[in-house]
């Protein structure tokens, strides 16, 4: 099992990057939270926050195809097969974003996203 408040930090230099989880999930309700954190090399990124499937593509952004759904930084919306809808808040660096998903139930939830 990983510790309460364990850290993981990604950073990317160009294009997207995955960061998957090393254990799956078949049933009951799992939340995690985001820190979004200034770039560490002055360049302008995105992210998308999510989840996905053991068979989402690791080679693109979450929320790209059947396997995966995420809530996109620039304008709040979230997509699923590279579909964006309309979604919450646009988000950024210092911004904490709580992901909840209910595994059996059919939408994933959000929660409010807090400074």
């Known amino acids: 099992e990983n510790e309460v ?28 939270e985001v820190k979004v954190c200034d770039s560490l090399n002055s360049e302008d990124g995105h992210a998308r926050i999510g989840w996905c499937t053991e068979s989402g593509d690791v080679q693109a952004p979450v929320g790209y195809d059947q396997n995966s759904y995420s809530y996109r930084d620039v304008n709040g919306s979230k997509f699923h097969e590279s579909i964006g809808t309309d979604y919450g808040e646009a988000y950024g660096p210092g911004d904490v974003i709580g992901c909840l998903l209910r595994v059996g139930e059919p939408e994933a939830s959000r929660r409010e996203r807090q400074h």
């Open 5 to 32: 408040g364990a850290t993981l930090t990604a950073i990317g230099y160009k294009g997207y990057r995955m960061v998957r989880a090393t254990h799956g999930v078949s049933r009951g309700t799992y939340f995690y």
